[in-house]
């Protein structure tokens, strides 16, 4: 996967910092669909091949036997905890910086989302031209994201936009990851990317192609 490049970061937290933040600001409306938390599981197959990894990822990020209907709504909160988990595992084993770690799993989810009923609309919608697919997004966002956050994109050029995420609860290291990964499956172009920080929730993704 490509990686950004430029990160504009007005917060001194580190990405893994950020992440237990949103857990702890996370509220039990705020829900995502289950098929996130099936990309965790096969993410944690397919880089650590011993037979109780998934069992032990569960239980290190307090789920302990939980099972997940994949397009059933779910704590936001349980998806980052356990995020959290597989991300150190990642960062850990190849090692790799948290913040790719996260775009690594970001790459999982994105592959699953398109095996889902939205996903494979968005597809057709898109047209494998990028702004098209942007402009598709933030339904597709409603569809799988409950969390009251706001995702708006606006073209900028010909072959340029800026996607800006609003009281998003995932991180703008994971939508970098969703963004490169679905440029990649949909309109097979690597964009540049660069990533604008504000807060904790606020940031925008600019793209270009």
Not at 24 to 46: C, D, M, N, V, Y
Request: include cysteine; hydrophobic fraction near 40%.
């Amino acid at each position: 996967m490509p990686l950004v490049s430029t990160w504009e970061n007005s917060l001194t937290d580190t990405e893994d910092e950020q992440l237990r933040q949103r857990i702890a600001k996370a509220t039990p409306k705020q829900t995502i669909r289950g098929f996130f938390f099936h990309s965790l599981l096969q993410a944690i197959r397919e880089n650590d091949h011993s037979p109780n990894a998934v069992a032990d990822a569960l239980e290190a990020a307090g789920l302990k036997g939980q099972r997940w209907t994949i397009m059933a709504n779910y704590p936001i909160s349980d998806y980052n905890k356990l995020r959290l988990v597989v991300c150190d595992k990642l960062a850990k084993k190849h090692p790799i910086a948290y913040a790719d770690a996260a775009m690594q799993l970001a790459k999982y989810a994105t592959e699953g989302f398109f095996r889902t009923l939205p996903g494979r609309t968005m597809k057709i919608v898109s047209s494998r031209q990028p702004h098209r697919l942007m402009a598709a997004a933030p339904r597709g966002y409603d569809a799988i994201i409950n969390d009251g956050g706001f995702r708006t994109y606006q073209p900028t050029s010909e072959r340029a936009g800026v996607f800006t995420f609003v009281g998003d609860t995932i991180g703008p290291a994971h939508q970098a990851g969703v963004f490169l990964t679905a440029h990649k499956i949909i309109c097979k172009v690597d964009p540049n990317l660069r990533v604008v920080q504000n807060n904790l929730t606020d940031f925008k993704l600019y793209l270009e192609w």
